[in-house]
């Protein structure tokens, strides 16, 4: 089993949707939990950390289930502008343990 | 501006001719770390360093080689490079201390080993 999984995606939403991406992770020690986005080609930036009591941040709302190891980014009222990777990255128990990112899943938001 | 920069960007170059990829952060970043990012595979990391004189390896850092002389700077050093190696790089660096541990990429370095 990988270390932390996602959905394979392609996702093609139309603009306005809401759109749920889902990852798992293998390590029941890990404890951060971060969501980045990645454009073609460009570097990955952080979208938002997730927080066990789950968070939001404007049209984005991460949740943390740790009995499941899972965890969720939903997006309300797409923007064309979400098209990117999404990528769930995974720390260990501390600081000094490594950080794991997923495969990604690819977002297009059509017009 | 709180930044990882990398250099060159774009590089062409011929098998076994030796390069370094430059990599430098002004955020005091204790742990640096370089990626390649390849289709389909995903990010995975080469090296990554705790601090000065300290590094170690990542999952893929057969053919590769990196330093930790100073804080701020961390190279990649491909002594012989090879097809195989025509790739996506990325830097990239973050604190140690908890709860201020997110990392922070740079920009990229796309290698092409003709």
């Known amino acids: 089993r990988k270390e932390v999984e996602q959905d394979p995606g392609p996702f093609n939403v139309p603009e306005g949707a809401t759109v749920a991406f889902n990852c798992t992770y293998s390590?029941?020690?890990?404890?951060?939990f971060f969501w980045y986005r990645q454009d073609c080609r460009k570097e990955p930036k952080l979208l938002m950390s997730v927080y066990s009591s789950g968070n939001e941040d404007g049209r984005f709302t991460a949740q943390l289930n740790r009995a499941s190891q899972y965890i969720s980014l939903l997006i309300r009222d797409s923007k064309l502008s979400d098209s990117a990777t999404y990528l769930c990255v995974v720390r260990g128990e501390t600081s000094y343990d490594k950080v794991i990112f997923g495969p990604g899943t690819s977002l297009s938001v059509i017009p | 501006e709180a930044q990882v920069t990398q250099n060159p960007r774009y590089l062409i170059t011929v098998t076994g001719k030796k390069l370094t990829v430059t990599c430098s952060q002004n955020?005091?970043?204790?742990?640096m770390s370089w990626y390649r990012q390849d289709p389909g595979l995903g990010l995975r990391q080469i090296y990554y360093?705790?601090?000065?004189?300290?590094?170690d390896k990542g999952d893929v850092p057969e053919g590769y080689k990196v330093s930790r002389k100073e804080k701020r700077n961390f190279p990649l050093i491909l002594e012989s490079p090879s097809p195989n190696q025509t790739s996506l790089y990325f830097c990239?660096?973050?604190?140690?201390?908890?709860?201020?541990?997110?990392?922070?990429f740079g920009a990229g370095s796309r290698l092409t080993v003709l």
């Open positions: 360093s705790m601090n000065v004189e300290v590094t």
């Open positions: 390590n029941s020690a890990s404890q951060s």
């Open positions: 955020m005091n970043h204790e742990y």
């Open positions: 990239a660096s973050r604190f140690l201390r908890e709860g201020a541990n997110v990392l922070t």
